[in-house]
C-alpha cells in the first residue's frame, strides 16, 4: 500500500492564481481531512469527509473548497490564491467513523503564494 | 469549546536525561487525547493515544482529568527523539492539534 499521497511535493503560486492539491489513499479510509501547518500555530483543520459525496468545514475553510467523488480522492481546491494561504498542507484519511481511531498523514505539500 | 495548548515551542535536554513535554486541554466531555510526532523529513505519525495507556518507544502518557493534562514523558532521552510533538484531542473524528513543542536531545 502506499498509504497517503499528496501531489505536488512544492508549488509556487502568484496571488490570484488557482490551483487543486491533489490526496489519495488506497486503505479503503472513508474518512479524510486537510489541514494546514503554520509556524508557531501547528496544524488546523480546513475540510473533512465522512466518505464519498460528504464534506464538511473545519476551523479555517475559508478560500478553500473540496470535494469527495470517490473514497480514493479528496482534492482541495483554492479559487484564488493569497499569500496567507503560504502553508504546509497536509491530507489524512483514517478508517470508518470511531473516535479512537489513528489518522495516517500524508507527506505534505509546501505551497507558496507570491 | 476545545483547545489543546503546548506551553513550551522549544525543549532541549541532554541524552539521558528525564524528558517531559507539557500539554493540556479544554474540553468539556470525555476526551480523546494522542500525540503525533514528526521526525525530520517524515511523515506526521501517531505516537501514542491515552485510551491505550501504552508506552511508545520508552514514552508514556497519563491522563490527568482533575488538572485536564496529558504530559508526554521519557525517563531517558535519546538523540532519535528529536522531533516535532503534537499534542491532540480528538473529536468527532477530527483532530485539534495544539501548536507542538520542538524536542532536541543534545549528545
Known amino acids: 500500500n502506499a498509504g497517503v499521497t499528496q501531489t505536488p511535493k512544492f508549488q509556487v503560486l502568484k496571488t490570484g492564481q488557482s490551483m487543486t492539491l491533489q490526496c489519495a489513499q488506497d486503505?479503503?479510509?472513508?474518512?479524510m481531512s486537510w489541514y494546514r501547518q503554520d509556524p508557531g500555530m501547528g496544524l488546523r483543520l480546513i475540510h473533512y469527509?465522512?466518505?464519498?459525496?460528504?464534506?464538511d468545514q473545519g476551523e479555517v475553510p475559508n478560500g478553500y473548497n473540496v470535494s469527495r467523488s470517490t473514497t480514493e480522492d479528496f482534492p482541495l481546491r483554492l479559487l484564488s490564491a493569497a499569500p496567507s494561504q503560504t502553508s504546509v498542507y497536509f491530507c489524512?484519511?483514517?478508517?470508518?467513523?470511531?473516535?479512537?481511531?489513528?489518522?495516517?498523514f500524508g507527506p505534505g505539500t509546501r505551497l507558496t503564494v507570491l | 469549546a476545545q483547545r489543546v495548548t503546548q506551553p513550551e515551542k522549544l525543549l532541549s535536554v541532554f541524552k539521558g536525561a528525564p524528558v517531559e513535554l507539557k500539554c493540556n486541554y479544554s474540553?468539556?466531555?470525555?476526551?480523546?487525547l494522542f500525540w503525533y510526532v514528526q521526525y525530520s523529513r517524515q511523515r506526521l505519525q501517531l505516537l501514542l493515544r491515552h485510551i491505550s495507556r501504552e508506552s511508545i518507544k520508552g514514552f508514556t502518557a497519563d491522563l490527568n482529568k482533575g488538572e485536564t493534562s496529558f504530559h508526554l514523558k521519557k525517563p531517558f532521552a535519546q538523540e532519535e527523539d528529536s522531533a516535532m510533538y503534537y499534542c491532540a484531542l480528538g473529536w468527532a473524528n477530527n483532530l485539534f492539534f495544539g501548536t507542538g513543542t520542538r524536542l532536541t536531545v543534545i549528545p
Open positions: 489524512a484519511s483514517s478508517p470508518p467513523l470511531g473516535s479512537y481511531n489513528e489518522q495516517f
Open positions: 474540553y468539556s466531555g470525555s476526551p480523546e
Open positions: 469527509s465522512v466518505g464519498a459525496g460528504i464534506t
Open positions: 486503505m479503503n479510509h472513508e474518512y
